[in-house]
């Protein structure tokens, strides 16, 4: 089954197209980098995900369920966000166990798996501090760890790593690369750097609200006259 499928999605702000007739398709397990640059529309196709908006046009199905008549079809979704929406005046682990139980989870279900997912990120030692006193990379984890926490089969990553410095960046994207294999979860990973993507990831390139490009990176650098990825980008820029 697909975790995501978006049929011919539309989106207009009033007069200003932002998404223009995007279909695509994402497999359980497959993790899919969204490259766009600034104004691509990236934290749109985003706010359609998540029900904020709809579309104009088209269709969005999440793990087969309609987006547009099932009240819960957003359950299979993790999603983090650009902006930041941990409380600063709880602790790690208080954020957590919150958040688990707004998803109705049990406590002897939950206190395992925030053992589990602080392991993972390597933030066990920090559950008692609040979030004021986390740096940035810190607080991105604990987001990144929060969003896994109701099992989803699916994770959206609206640009993860904006605001971190080089070495938590590196760390955090060798996480993202391994969730799939680690959890069987398919991703969603927006971004506008390309030094985040590995030659076998799955890219979309979208710009001007249309995907122009839909491949494993190495193909679409051969299938191109560029040298790498950034070469991509700039022809797609130049041709559209
Ligand atoms: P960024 O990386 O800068 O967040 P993005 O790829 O997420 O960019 P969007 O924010 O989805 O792009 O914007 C897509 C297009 O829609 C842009 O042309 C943008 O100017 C326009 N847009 C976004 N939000 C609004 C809004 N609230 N009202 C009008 N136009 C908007």
Known sequence: MNALTLNQVTFRYGKRLALDGVTLTIDAGET??????????????????????????????????????????????????????????????????YFCDL????????????????????????????????????????????????????????????????????????????IPSQENCAVLWATHLVDEINDDDRVLILHKGKIQRDGLAHQLVSESNATDLAGVMQEVMDQS
Request: hydrophobic share 40%.
């Open 103 to 178: 998803r109705g989870i049990p406590r002897a279900v939950a206190k395992p798996r925030i053992d589990e997912a602080l392991e993972r990120m390597h933030l066990g030692d920090r559950r008692k501090d609040k979030i004021r006193n986390l740096n940035g990379g810190h607080r991105r984890r604990v987001e990144i760890a929060r969003a896994t926490l109701h099992e989803p089969t699916f994770l959206l990553l609206d640009e993860p790593t904006v605001g971190l410095d080089i070495p938590t960046r590196k760390d955090l994207i060798s996480y993202l690369h391994n």
């Open 32 to 97: 899919v980098i969204l490259l766009g640059p600034n104004g691509a529309g990236k934290t749109t196709l985003f706010s359609l995900i998540t029900g904020l908006f709809a579309p104009d046009e088209g269709q969005i199905e999440i793990d087969g369920q309609p987006l547009a008549n099932t009240s819960n079809a957003l359950a299979p979704l993790g999603i983090v966000f650009q902006a930041q929406t941990l409380d600063l005046d709880l602790s790690v682990e208080q954020n957590l166990l």
